[in-house]
Nanobody
Framework: QVQLVESGGGLVQPGGSLRLSCAASGFTFSLYAMSWYRQAPGKERELVAHISSTGGSTIYAESVKGRFTISRDNAKNTVYLQMNSLKPEDTSVYYC?????????WGQGTQVTVSS
């Protein structure tokens, strides 16, 4: 069955870094555009970063440009989010998303907490 399993979240101090991973299975990963979303308590889920199926195109939210980098390894069926210079406002549950045509899959989320 389709699975998206996020990992790499945790507690980090402001200015620190984390690398999130999302391991995919159960579908043809290389066909899908992949995204990272986040949702903080009481807020709507928002797009953080998006990468095309080939990795040739990326999109970032203005709030993370220059600090976060999305990448993918189609041989490993994995998408990554490198997060640098983390701020307290980056605290959220981060979700992995796979999209192809009308097919749309979500992971269970991983908590990222930025606090001193």
């Amino acid at each position: 069955q389709v699975q998206l399993v996020e990992s790499g979240g945790g507690l980090v101090q402001p200015g620190g870094s984390l690398r999130l991973s999302c391991a995919a299975s159960g579908f043809t990963f290389s066909l899908y555009a992949m995204s990272w979303y986040r949702q903080a308590p009481g807020k709507e889920r928002e797009l953080v970063a998006h990468i095309s199926s080939t990795g040739g195109s990326t999109i970032y939210a203005e709030s993370v440009k220059g600090r976060f980098t999305i990448s993918r390894d189609n041989a490993k069926n994995t998408v990554y989010l490198q997060m640098n210079s983390l701020k307290p406002e980056d605290t959220s549950v981060y979700y992995c998303n796979a999209l192809w045509s009308t097919l749309n899959y979500w992971g269970q989320g991983t908590q990222v907490t930025v606090s001193s």
